[in-house]
């Protein structure tokens, strides 16, 4: 069973014979006391039903079981508070774990799922691991069919053997760290490989703007795919998560796209990070946030996230016109009044 949430039922002492404090009629003269725990970092589930390695059950010897029970208790000890992970009762050759975005990348606030799947020679060979991806490709490494593309999962090349599995050292814990750092990273558009460096002004660093857009637009599609079906032994990590994350989100939805900060810069209650002048937004991004906000603001209002001051509807800031187009607009007047003998 999980651990995700405990009661205790502790009765009060009654109350003195003199106080008017009766219990109201159909009540009760004790009291339950609720005590939702933190959300465990790392724990054992016992429903694998809907996990995507499911049904690839293979024999599991007893060195690789050892192993795995290692790894256990590494993810145990080791997990930052941005890793959540759960394992099975009755599978021990699979987990699941959800990386948080971090700040200071258009992942902010979103949650990355993915399965994996340890294989009966393991560490002989590394994990498989399912990315949950909603048909988005939302990073270069993370494609919509799932596939995790990484060097440390021999998935990828690599430009150095030392980037390749190991299976005298690497672990399950680094897999996910490099996930977390290298992949979800603040500029995903140069993890594809010959696309160079971020290089202020150049089109390279254009286009990686447009790619934050992007994804930031995924995370947020992503986001209402996971509240409306959160993944199993997860249900209560989605639900509060978003509950208290939901304001931030929408803030930053309507900051990006009224261009008064970069995307992935959004910082909530704190001054912006980056650029310091306004940022060039794309129609294409104004318009996806103006459908995808109001659909957020449901879902989270739904979850009880607290957004009293918000707007059900995103409404953009209108940008203050040029000097170019005051000069046109002065031109133009002055021209008028000299027509018709206008002072």
Known sequence: MSRNKRRRTAPFAPPPPSSSSAAPPGGTTSSEIEEIEPFPRFDVVSDDSDHFYGSASLPIPA?????????????????????????????????????????????????????????????????????????????????????????????????????????????????????????LNERPYFNEPGYGAFVPGTSGAKKSFAYNEDAFVISCKSMLHLLASPPRGFEVLVTGHFRDRGRAILRACKAYASGRVRVGYFRDGAPPQGPPSRAAVSHKFKKSMKSLYPQLFKAFSKEGASLAGLREKLSLDRPAPSLGNKCLVVNVVGRVKKFFGLK
Not at 66 to 72: A, C, L, N, V
Not at 100 to 129: M, R
Not at 151 to 158: A, M
């Open 63 to 183: 060195p690789t079981q050892k192993k795995i029970m290692q790894e256990w208790k590494l993810l145990e000890q080791h997990l930052p508070e941005s890793i959540t992970v759960r394992a099975y009762e009755r599978r021990v050759d699979l987990l699941r774990a959800v990386i948080i975005g971090a700040a200071a990348t258009p992942y902010h606030d979103g949650l990355y799922f993915f399965d994996i799947f340890f294989p009966s020679n393991y560490p002989a060979q590394p994990p498989l691991v399912h990315y949950r991806s909603f048909g988005y490709r939302i990073n270069p490494n993370l494609y919509a069919t799932g596939t995790v593309c990484l060097s440390l999962l021999n998935t990828w090349s690599g430009s150095r053997e030392s980037e390749r599995w190991n299976p005298k050292g690497s672990t399950i814990l680094q897999v996910l760290l490099s996930i977390q750092s290298l992949v």
